[in-house]
């Protein structure tokens, strides 16, 4: 047994004054009585005694001196050393993802047990400094940072919630080596890491055992789960004649049939029942067999749509040869919105396009209306226009309109291979390039985004002015290879529902952990906006007078299969085995508090009355065991504060070094003599210019951090595990406030959990003039021989002249002249692939004026692949020709064979990345390619 504490120990002078009071006599009053002959017997038999035997038997005066000593050794903190050592700290990182939420057995989810584990964790252990961190996809939150205060630490723990997205352990790693750093550098123990996550997450977690040496705690086995994928609906083709005349006798309603996807993630057959609802009416209740691992549609009968909120929720799931239910509850339950509003009607300004025409009709699944002029048109048609090369002069910009070949540009290019840009008119669309005889370059409006390149040159852009939506194409599709590729369609029904668009949400479904996307509005700043999307459900935002609603959908694909299972480092029972501090106080409280009530006993029935003085004094007593029992604690910070100085040293506030350093010997020369400091410099990391100390002496900021950024969250975490848990915080930041990296808000948790004061001192920046690389885009796998666009990003805070420099090693590639405005500038420029296995490249700016250096370089690579092998299988006496010089044009490696001959096994189906069949009959096909076919495409597709 070892004790904490020994000054208890000087309560045992208590003992003998309890002895003295028993044998002190009180003095007695005289009294009238008939005969003292008894008397007389007593006080002889009372001489007899000896001094011992004078009080031996009083067992009241035993029980309070055993009470008494029992209280003594509480004090002292007695506790049982285990087999192992403890650590001081320890930092307890939490896996919040959406498959956290599955039932872990006694009615708990995966992270109650979770929080239940870290809550025993820290209730067994004595004077150690704790750390929470969570991760999900809403990011990494700080929520503590070396509290030892075990109430504080209980309430942080109760806050802890999962998302209903993805996990993302390993973006929390960079905040566990901050706290781990802080204790290397101050001296003191290295900190224990501990992640509890479940079987999803195991994978990630690996990473922490390994550079950390972490003990992975591995929340819950395998169970059975039904999850409810999505809702959907579209219009009813066949409607029945009971349904028809609902919709003939409803004025906004709409005949549709909907559907839910639903999977099985169990290893059996799965019973379900599934219910429609139209905001709180029940429409439908389907009953449905789901075999193991299948996903199957429910669909629904077709009903008139009131615009209501759709919603689809699973029930009553059964599990063939399982006694468990559905383990997840949290994804049982799906929506849809109606449609936002969005004009698709349209009209061609032309002589007439066919390809136009055709890809309009499968967009819109109507014809598309031609004019020759606008004067054509009705007055005050609301219609998109689609005007035809050619008719650039007709083009009145006071309708959203679709142009192609319009004037303004400023050159041509001929025969050039056009890039595309990822954006709003190619969402759903891999890269691809368009073959041009000629099209017109344009330099872009400064309401318009470029989306087709030629080289650098911009050869076609889109945006909104004044209320009105543009997309203009330098090009007539009729003298490019545009219409033959299977991008064309996609592009014109993307187009068509950009410029049609009109509402505020940019789409209305989301996956949780998305971010909301909003469209520009003229009378309200979008960026004002927030949109939560952390948990599955329907919500609605609203912006000025428009209010529109979105659906936030659980990740299913991720986070609903609870049947993947991993071992953790540690396992459960083992861990609990090795509690540092098996305390014994509470024990000897009890037992304490169990004595003091037999002794109240006891002195009644020897007493035959009691005082109500002694009964409060038992009673109070008793108060306080109970509290103690309770861990009541009276919280009590230490004399001394401590104030860590964060200075920023970023590029940005470099500059105001010399104020900062004098505040700084002014703030320490002011500062009490019990009090303690410590300064950490930050800028894209931090660094620990003094440890903590009293010594109020300073001289000059000596450390250098990395000055291309300004990263406050990883500062902040520096800080915080630096502030003692036994003493007043502050934390004072010396910044120009130009946050770069990172989030502050991150840490809001742990200095509330800490009762930290934050502090900012800011000061103005004369920022001089700087032109830096912001990115660099380019395809993140390419093939031998590919051209491809490389798209860089350049931000300037002024107009200059500059040089874009491509360089391999230490050779220069090439060189742009570009101008470069304030603000952000984008150029695109056309590279061939040079190396075998990867594209590796420095991307420099060289701008005149520029004041700062440090950040004109930005480094970018791609993996180089050799050429994919492609298949072109062609029906007999089919010719092939057109594919070919496609497939020729596209630079792929190809071979064509007729169908009989098409390969009958598998391994040699292999060999080709893609298989493409064109008008083949199924009887043509050897059996082998038939059968092996699906595995081909499932498998390995």
């Keep these: 047994m070892i004790f904490e504490s020994l000054w208890p120990l000087a309560l045992l002078a208590a003992v003998p004054v309890v002895i003295i009071l028993y044998l002190l006599k009180p003095k007695g009053k005289d009294y009238r009585i008939s005969s003292n002959l008894l008397w007389e017997r007593l006080v002889k038999n009372q001489q007899s005694r000896t001094f011992l035997e004078k009080f031996i038997h009083n067992i009241l005066m035993y029980l309070q001196l055993l009470i008494l000593l029992l209280l003594i050794l509480a004090l002292m903190s007695p506790y049982l050393r285990s087999r192992e050592e403890s650590r001081e700290n320890v930092v307890l990182v939490l896996d919040t993802s959406g498959s956290m939420q599955h039932d872990a057995g006694e009615g708990r989810m995966r992270i109650e047990e979770a929080i239940r584990q870290a809550r025993d964790l820290i209730a067994s252990s004595e004077d150690t400094a704790f750390s929470v961190v969570t991760s999900d996809c809403r990011g990494v939150n700080l929520l503590a940072v070396g509290v030892k205060d075990k109430s504080r630490l209980y309430a942080v723990l109760e806050q802890i919630t999962c998302c209903d997205g993805p996990g993302d352990l390993q973006s929390a790693e960079s905040v566990v080596e901050t706290l781990l750093g802080a204790d290397e550098e101050t001296g003191e123990a290295s900190a224990e890491v501990i992640v509890f996550t479940d079987g999803s997450g195991a994978e990630e977690a690996a990473g922490y055992a390994e550079f950390f040496d972490a003990r992975i705690m591995v929340m819950g086995g395998a169970v059975s789960n039904v999850a409810n994928n999505f809702l959907s609906y ?205 099209t017109k370059v344009y330099e872009i409006p400064q309401w318009g985004t470029g989306f087709l390149w030629a080289g650098e040159q911009c050869a076609g852009y889109y945006g909104e002015h004044d209320g009105v939506k543009s997309v203009v194409v330098g090009f007539d599709i009729r003298e490019s290879d545009f219409p033959l590729k299977a991008e064309f369609p996609i592009f014109i029904s993307n187009a068509l529902q950009y410029l049609g668009d009109t509402s505020l949400l940019a789409q209305q479904i989301y996956t949780a952990g998305d971010r909301v996307l909003f469209h520009p509005q003229a009378e309200f700043d979008v960026s004002t906006l927030t949109a939560e999307t952390d948990r599955a459900g329907l919500y609605e935002v609203q912006a000025g007078e428009l209010t529109e609603q979105y659906v936030v959908r659980f990740d299913t694909a991720g986070e609903s299969d609870g049947r993947l299972t991993a071992e953790g480092t540690v396992p459960d029972n083992e861990y609990s085995s090795r509690l540092v501090k098996k305390q014994l106080r509470n024990v000897l409280l009890v037992l304490a508090l169990v004595l003091l009530a037999a002794e109240w006993v006891l002195y009644v029935r020897q007493m035959r009355h009691y005082s109500k003085f002694y009964l409060a004094v038992r009673l109070i007593g008793a108060a306080m065991i109970l509290l103690a029992l309770l861990g009541v604690t009276v919280s009590k910070r230490s004399g001394v504060n401590t104030t860590v100085f964060l200075v920023d040293l970023s590029g940005s506030n470099e500059q105001n070094l010399p104020a900062m350093e004098a505040y700084l010997e002014e703030a320490l020369q002011e500062m009490p003599g019990n009090n303690q400091y410590g300064i950490v410099t930050f800028g894209k990391d931090s660094l620990v210019e003094q440890f903590l100390t009293t010594e109020n002496h300073f001289t000059q900021i000596m450390s250098l951090p990395d000055k291309t950024a300004t990263n406050f969250e990883d500062a902040m975490s520096r800080a915080l595990a630096m502030l003692p848990s036994d003493g007043a915080g502050r934390v004072v930041i010396l910044t120009d406030g130009r946050e770069t990296r990172g989030t502050i808000a991150n840490t809001a948790s742990a200095l509330a959990s800490g009762d930290v004061e934050l502090l900012a001192y800011m000061y103005e920046v004369n920022q001089g003039q700087d032109a830096y690389i912001e990115n660099v885009e380019l395809p993140g796998y390419l093939y031998q021989g590919d051209a491809y666009s490389m798209t860089v990003t350049a931000e300037s805070n002024y107009e200059t002249d500059a040089q874009i420099q491509i360089w391999m090693g230490t050779m220069q590639l090439q060189s742009y002249d570009v101008h470069l405005s304030r603000g952000e500038n984008q150029f695109r420029f056309r590279q061939e692939v040079m190396g075998e296995n990867i594209e590796s490249f420095e991307v420099r700016v060289a701008a005149a004026g520029d004041t700062c250096q440090e950040n004109n370089s930005y480094f970018a690579y791609s993996v180089v692949d050799s050429v994919p092998k492609v298949l072109l299988v062609s029906g007999m006496n089919e010719d092939s020709s057109q594919f070919e010089n496609l497939l020729r044009s596209a630079n792929c490696n190809y071979q064509r064979v007729s169908a009989i001959n098409a390969p009958d096994a598998l391994q040699d189906m292999l060999e080709y990345k893609s298989i493409i069949l064109e008008n083949v009959y199924l009887s043509d096909l050897p059996e082998g390619f038939l059968e092996h076919i699906e595995t081909y495409v499932k498998d390995y597709g």
């Design 234 to 438: 579209s219009d009813a083709s066949e409607v029945s004649d009971a349904v028809r005349e609902e919709e003939a006798g409803q004025e906004q309603g709409r005949a549709v049939i909907c559907a839910s996807s639903l999977t099985n993630y169990s290893d059996g057959d799965a019973q379900v029942e599934i219910s429609l609802y139209e905001g709180k009416e029940l429409l439908e209740i389907r009953q449905l067999t789901i075999g193991s691992g299948e996903t199957s549609l429910c669909f629904f009968r077709e009903f008139v749509w009131q615009g209501e909120p759709l919603r689809s929720e699973i029930s009553s799931v059964k599990f063939d040869g399982r006694s468990d239910s559905d383990s997840l509850a949290a994804d049982n339950v799906a929506y849809a919105v109606p449609d936002r509003e969005s004009e698709m009607e349209a009209v061609l300004i032309g002589e007439g396009n066919t390809y136009l025409e055709k890809a309009y009709q499968a967009a819109a699944g109507m014809p598309l209306t031609k004019v020759k002029s606008e004067s054509q048109l009705q007055d005050g048609s609301q219609a998109l226009r689609i005007y035809d090369a050619g008719t650039d002069g007709l083009w009145q910009e006071e309708a959203s309109a679709l142009v192609f070949g319009a004037g303004g540009e400023t050159g041509t290019a001929e025969r050039v291979l056009l890039t595309v840009s990822d954006c709003d008119l190619t969402a759903g669309l891999s890269s691809f390039t368009i073959g041009v005889n000629e």
